[in-house]
């Protein structure tokens, strides 16, 4: 099958994973930094979602999309991170007793 004629994809921003004001936070900081999105852009991308960001990928695109989201995933919210963010909280607290 010819490039022209192959499956095409799009990546899908679904909002944000929490509706908690500091995940939303981080995640517009996040996406300001990355994408250099305004603050009123990224409010209206998390109203509309789901919304298609990027239309017409070869699978290969559409893969190294998934490939980086997936391992920025995994990086983030591994176990060890969570925990070392309990012992740090537990810390935190203990200290202020």
């Known amino acids: 099958m010819r490039e022209d004629q192959a499956k095409r994809y ?3 921003f679904l909002g944000p994973a929490q509706n908690d004001t ?3 936070n981080k995640l517009t900081e996040s996406l300001k930094d990355r994408f250099k999105l305004s603050t009123d852009a990224i409010t209206k991308l998390m109203k509309s979602a789901p919304v298609s960001v ?3 990928l070869s699978l290969s695109e559409a ?3 998934k490939e980086f989201n997936t391992n920025r995933i995994k990086s983030k919210y ?3 991170n969570i925990l ?7 810390e935190e ?3 202020k007793k």
């Open 22 to 24: 500091d995940h939303v």
């Open 84 to 90: 070392g963010k309990y012992q740090d909280l537990f």
């Open 93 to 95: 607290l203990n200290i």
């Open 10 to 12: 799009k990546v899908i």
């Open 54 to 56: 990027k239309k017409e």
């Open 63 to 65: 893969e190294r999309y």
């Open 78 to 80: 591994n176990w060890d």
